[in-house]
């Protein structure tokens, strides 16, 4: 059997334009991304937090709090609107009837409550007691601590250039669909090769819909 190559990714970044400098930046942040992404899969900070502060939640009770609550800064414009069951299975991404099963629990127990919109009597909001808020806080600060102790070994000049930099590169997915339209013979090109190699059946169209 004829071995198949995949196509360098040095020479498809050249076909769409990307310098070495571009390439470079390229490999070197994605290792970063997937290595950190793998750590936040384990969720190793929190699992920590749990244990020092002796919580007695999972990580996705944590999460739907955390979504309950929903500081401005972590989940945008959604942040500080009247929050029902599917506002917070939107803001961390899970299935309702799930958000659903988790708020549940959480009501049990004594972290949320459910309580009558003012706006609309008819509708059934979210929010936290006190009990849920002590934990949230808890949660937000410890992390904060430890964060708060590794950059404080940055100097003044770092931080001001890093912060804006995160921020800029935070949004770099939002266009994916224009940039996936833009780079169709390059994915056809990779397409083809793993179709190739028998494990795709579907070849990408190289001409992006317009």
Do not use: C
């Not at 290792?31 to 750590?39: D, P, S, T």
């Not at 502060?53 to 009770?61: H, I, R, S, T, Y």
């Not at 936290?128 to 708060?148: C, D, I, N, Q, S």
């Amino acid at each position: 059997m004829p071995q198949i190559t995949t196509p360098a990714v040095e020479s498809l970044l050249q076909q769409a334009g990307a310098d070495g400098r571009v390439i470079d930046a390229v490999k070197r942040v994605d290792a970063l991304l997937q290595n950190w992404r793998r750590r936040v899969v384990k969720r190793e900070l929190s699992h920590v937090a749990i244990n020092d502060l002796g919580l007695q939640l999972d990580l996705a009770q944590l999460d739907v709090l955390a979504a309950i609550e929903a500081p401005v800064h972590e989940f945008g414009e959604t942040g500080g609107e009247e929050t029902m069951v599917s506002t917070v299975a939107a803001r961390i991404g899970i299935d309702p009837s799930r958000a659903s099963r988790l708020i549940a629990e959480l009501v049990d127990d004594g972290y949320a409550e459910r309580v009558a919109s003012q706006a609309d009597s008819r509708r059934t909001l979210i929010r936290l007691t006190e009990k849920g808020r002590a934990v949230t806080g808890a949660v937000r600060a410890y992390r904060f601590l430890l964060m708060g102790d590794f950059l404080a070994e940055w100097s003044a000049e770092d931080l001001a250039r890093f912060l804006p930099l995160l921020e800029r590169f935070s949004h770099w997915s939002e266009d994916v669909e224009a940039r996936r339209g833009k780079m169709m013979p390059q994915i056809g090109e990779l397409a083809r090769h793993v179709a190739k190699a028998g494990a795709a059946e579907v070849v990408v169209e190289t001409t992006a819909a317009v």
